[in-house]
């Protein structure tokens, strides 16, 4: 069944820890998002890829940086966790037809202690 | 500038009512979700509506282009439906757009 998976589904990790966060889709979607979702807060774009070796940077700021080396695989990085990153992350991948393809992945839920 | 608005911010209500949750959007949009949060954050796909409404279960979306306004209805209301509803909108490209939310909770 095609699906959009993000591991872990929750993290605690300390403060500068590098981590990532995966996010695998098999629906071959060539557009792929990281939202981001701070506690209390709405959810806010902050790294798109719409192909391989594409990536650009969102509406919101992030200190998270990402690859697209497969047209499946889309993890996202933070070179030295801090606890103003915690916030819930969310996964997203689409066909390119205007908003309406969009498969949405569970989340991970990062706290940085 | 590109904005979804979501009302109410909090609702509680018994079990059995009748639930609206409304979404209104600032200009045209190609599609618009509706998405569930759980309280441990897992997030649930709904609805994506570019018209008219659709429906699965207890749950109804509707979306009215021309006033910019979505509502998700939920018919006899049970505990198990307490979460975070969230409507997300594209304007035209690929990039959505998300309200605030709404807390739904649903007291036995």
């Known amino acids: 069944e095609a699906d959009i998976y993000q591991t872990p589904r929750y993290l605690v990790i300390g403060t500068g820890k590098k981590i990532t966060l995966e996010c695998s889709q098999t629906m071959g979607h060539d557009k792929m998002y990281w939202y981001q979702q701070d506690p209390g807060m709405e959810l806010h774009l902050i790294h798109y890829s719409y192909g391989v070796n594409s990536t650009e940077k969102g509406d919101l700021s992030s200190e998270s940086t990402v690859s697209r080396i497969r047209t499946e695989h889309f993890p996202l990085t933070l070179e030295s966790a801090r606890p103003s990153h915690t916030s819930q992350y969310l996964c997203?991948?689409?066909?390119?037809?205007?908003?309406?393809?969009?498969?949405f992945g569970s989340g991970t839920r990062l706290t940085v202690v | 500038k590109n904005e979804v608005e979501q009302s109410p911010q909090n609702l509680t209500a018994q079990e059995g009512e009748f639930i609206t949750i409304n979404c209104s959007y600032s200009v045209g949009i190609s599609a618009l979700h509706w998405l569930q949060q759980h309280p441990g954050g897992g997030i649930v796909s709904l609805f994506m509506l570019s018209s008219g409404k659709k429906k699965h279960g207890r749950l109804i979306a509707t979306i009215n282009i021309q006033e910019k306004h979505s509502s998700l209805h939920i018919t006899a209301s049970h505990p198990r439906d307490s979460a975070v509803y969230i409507c997300?909108?594209?304007?035209?490209?690929?990039?959505?757009?998300f309200g605030t939310g709404t807390r739904l909770t649903i007291i036995p």
């Open positions: 997203a991948s689409s066909l390119g037809t205007g908003g309406r393809g969009y498969t």
């Open positions: 997300a909108a594209a304007f035209g490209n690929e990039k959505l757009t």
